[in-house]
T-cell receptor
Framework: QQPVQSPQAVILREGEDAVINCSSSKALYSVHWYRQKHGEAPVFLMILLKGGEQKGHEKISASFNEKKQQSSLYLTASQLSYSGTYFCGTAFDYKLSFGAGTTVTVRA | DTGVSQDPRHKITKRGQNVTFRCDPI?????LYWYRQTLGQGPEFLTYFQNEAQLEKSRLLSDRFSAERPKGSFSTLEIQRTEQGDSAMYLC??????????????FGSGTQLSVL
């Protein structure tokens, strides 16, 4: 069963912050985040493992609350290059199930 | 490391025709995945291989779909008797097996299929 993401879309001005949420009805052992720019392949951002929080990739960080079966992706001081669709994925038995995505548009 | 490559990038076919797509993974990666993506949706799992063994197929995958990965290298995805509902982007991804929950997928640019 695929995770649920919110919001569906967000529009930002350069320098603004945003949060993307991902929730699952199943117990989570890891959450994966990918970004896909228009017409391109999804690109790996980070994996959060149970009990951990990982920072990586520019000023993009994430948290993972396994009790609530949720993860949040934080876009801090957004840049034009952050524009794209962000997908969270939950892994079960070597398969990633992706959410429907959150489209982020950063304007100058 | 040349990344994951897929061929063709675009395919237009008539309903009822068969189509075949090819994926060349990153050479040292032992896992290979096929996903399907439609507009406004995330990638949807279709099937995956560990080396040459096909380990799982999605329950949603029709019998018209078949995939192979001979000798654990490149993979092909064939769709027989295409239907308009098959129109989508078909993505291939590869990875090094780490664990069931800790794999980083490298995606190809996909094959965009349009069934007329």
């Amino acid at each position: 069963q695929q995770p649920v993401q919110s919001p569906q879309a967000v529009i930002l001005r350069e320098g603004e912050d945003a949060v993307i949420n991902c929730s699952s009805s199943k117990a989570l052992y890891s959450v994966h985040w990918y970004r896909q720019k228009h017409g391109e392949a999804p690109v790996f951002l980070m994996i959060l493992l149970k009990g951990g929080e990982q920072k990586g990739h520019e000023k993009i960080s994430a948290s993972f609350n396994e009790k609530k079966q949720q993860s949040s992706l934080y876009l801090t001081a957004s840049q034009l290059s952050y524009s794209g669709t962000y997908f969270c994925g939950t892994a079960f038995d070597y398969k990633l199930s992706f959410g429907a995505g959150t489209t982020v548009t950063v304007r100058a | 490391d040349t990344g994951v490559s897929q061929d063709p990038r675009h395919k237009i076919t008539k309903r009822g025709q068969n189509v075949t797509f090819r994926c060349d993974p990153i050479s040292e990666h032992n896992r290979l995945y096929w996903y399907r993506q439609t507009l406004g949706q995330g990638p949807e799992f279709l099937t995956y291989f560990q080396n040459e063994a096909q380990l799982e197929k999605s329950r949603l995958l029709s019998d018209r779909f078949s995939a192979e990965r001979p000798k654990g290298s490149f993979s092909t995805l064939e769709i027989q008797r295409t239907e308009q509902g098959d129109s989508a982007m078909y993505l291939c991804a590869s990875s090094l097996e780490l664990s069931a929950t800790n794999e980083k997928l490298f995606f190809g640019s996909g094959t965009q299929l349009s069934v007329l």
